[in-house]
């Protein structure tokens, strides 16, 4: 285990890692950081060969000390899939999705939660509590099952219906807020006072985003160590991104890859864009989205706490941030599902609207190397797709195909 210490990004105070934290004392999120050299000397890419495909081949980058207190469902190396009949479309033929509906848990969610509650086992953390759109409360409450941590759970009422299904199985106590994930994150935030329970909200631990970033591993290694051109993903809290950001950051640390970032896209819907609004305005930070709403249910986040740490991994990367609209997702759903036979989930969607609109615009030239991240599978959200269908009596006929 290579950890070294955290850091705030923000006023770079250092923290030991070996005790529960949460945030820094300025109230910014903490980072993990490793001992970059020894790592360099201890993980080889040609090891990488020889270990399980799960997210696990990258231990050297990774916060868990011991091998007993990793907790996993078998998360990670989810395909990375060519488009070729939507790259031929839009005249990208190097059109990438990767799929985060292949995971435990349906969605990257899984990422973080194996590696948060391993991190939270070993840290002898017994109850956790935390505010969810839905797919993370599900992804914790499976992995805390599984690691025998107790853990509450408060997600909106507006939340797909199959998160609470996906939560109560697990044994987890859910509660329903008729209200924002905002607002759940308040109830979270005075119960773990009262209580003294851990806090597992987005980023107010650290090690979620360490499970996040395995994403940013498995491109580059998919892709054979050559970075891609453009990397597009849609954002709610923003874990995903920065993960994505700070992994490509540490292949870059130790010369795994050489160096040219990807340009990160940070996809919003129209109702619920704060990220887009800030990066338009040049602003380091969000201001609260009022009224939030869009069918992409996870990217209802008015006010990431990450949100500098989203902006700065765009900014740093010449990326963008766009917003597209509810409408223009579901098409994309489709599109994504008639064209390549892939049922993703609206978030992931949403990343097909953006790279069509970057195209469109000359943001994206033909030849280059595209992702989109797919975060989730469409199974998770039935209520996406309508369905028109004629019913049939025994002793009829089907009709000629049109
Ligand atoms: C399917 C899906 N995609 C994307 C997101 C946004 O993720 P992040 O918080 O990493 O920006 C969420 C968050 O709930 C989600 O459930
Ligand atoms: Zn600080």
């Known amino acids: 285990m290579f950890v070294s210490h955290l850091e705030c990004p923000k006023c770079k105070a250092t923290f030991e890692s070996e005790k529960p934290i949460q945030l820094c004392q300025c109230g910014s999120p903490l980072l993990v950081r490793y001992h970059m050299k ?4 201890s993980a080889s890419k040609d090891a990488l060969n020889s270990r399980k495909p799960d997210l696990w081949r990258y231990r050297e980058f990774l916060p868990v000390r011991k091998e007993e207190n990793i907790v996993s469902l078998g ?9 070729t009949n939507l790259g031929h479309e839009l005249g990208l033929p190097n059109l990438y999705l990767k799929d985060e509906g292949m995971i435990p ?11 948060g509650a391993s ?14 759109n839905g797919n993370a409360g599900g992804a914790w409450a499976s992995y805390c099952a599984k690691a025998g941590i107790k853990a509450v759970i408060v997600m909106p ?5 199959i998160h609470r299904r996906e939560v109560a199985v697990t044994g987890a106590d859910l509660f329903l807020v008729d209200g924002l994930i905002s607002d759940a994150g308040q109830i979270v935030n005075r119960a773990v006072k009262k209580y003294g329970w851990f806090d597992a909200s987005t980023l107010k631990e650290p090690y979620r985003i360490e499970g996040k970033k395995t994403m940013g591993f498995e491109i580059a290694e998919q892709l054979n160590w050559k970075l891609p051109d453009v990397i597009i993903y849609p954002t709610g809290g923003g874990v995903g991104i920065i993960g ?8 870059e640390e130790i010369g795994w890859v050489d160096g040219r970032m990807p340009r990160l896209v940070a996809v919003q819907s129209t109702g619920c864009a704060p990220i887009v609004k800030a990066w338009e305005e040049r602003r380091t930070e969000s201001i609260f989205w009022q009224d939030a709403q869009t069918v ?6 008015p006010k990431p706490l990450g949100d500098f740490l989203v902006l700065e991994a765009i900014y740093n990367t010449k990326g963008c941030a766009i917003a597209v609209q509810d409408d223009d997702i579901l098409k994309s759903q489709r599109m994504l599902a008639t064209r390549e036979g892939l049922f993703v989930c609206p978030e992931g969607a949403a ?5 069509m609109r970057l195209v469109r615009e000359g943001w994206i030239k033909s030849q280059e190397n595209v992702v989109l991240l797919n975060t989730g599978t469409g199974l998770k959200y039935p209520e996406s797709v309508t369905v028109e269908f004629i019913e049939l009596r025994p002793e009829e006929d089907l009709p000629e195909v049109e």
């Open 119 to 132: 991190r939270a086992k070993e840290l002898g953390i017994k109850v956790l509590a935390m505010p969810t």
């Open 38 to 41: 020894k790592i360099a000397g």
């Open 75 to 83: 998360e990670g190396m989810t395909p990375l899939l060519r488009l």
């Open 105 to 115: 848990t349906g969605t990257f969610k899984a990422r973080g939660a194996a590696v």
């Open 244 to 251: 994505i950001y700070k992994g490509l950051k540490e292949l």
């Open 351 to 355: 990343t097909l609207s953006a790279a």
């Open 296 to 301: 992409a249910f996870g990217l209802t986040v």
């Open 157 to 161: 009422k507006n939340a797909p219906a």
